[in-house]
């Protein structure tokens, strides 16, 4: 179930990301995070904590459920 959860929080920031023309070193920077960092979870390599799930929903614009979808 953890692979489902983190592939779908991934395809919804890469998705998010997209929609706003972002790069992933952009979105790195608005939520001071690395850019490798991102690709990994767009990939749903980690497993992202609630902190940064916030982080990331905050820089794309969203609010943090909407990455759970």
């Known amino acids: 179930m953890s692979q489902v959860f983190r592939k779908t929080v991934g395809q919804n920031v890469r998705a998010f990301?997209?929609?706003l023309?972002?790069?992933q070193e952009q979105?790195?920077?608005k939520a001071g995070l690395h850019w490798?960092?991102?690709s990994g979870v767009e990939r749903g390599?980690?497993?992202v904590s609630?902190?940064?799930l916030e982080t990331l929903a905050s820089?794309?614009?969203r609010k943090p459920f909407e990455l759970l979808k």
Request: no cysteine; hydrophobic share 40%; proline share 0%.
């Open 17 to 19: 990301r997209l929609r």
């Open 21 to 23: 023309k972002l790069t």
């Open 27 to 29: 979105l790195a920077e």
């Open 36 to 38: 490798t960092y991102i």
């Open 45 to 47: 390599r980690y497993n």
């Open 50 to 52: 609630l902190d940064t």
């Open 59 to 61: 820089a794309l614009g």
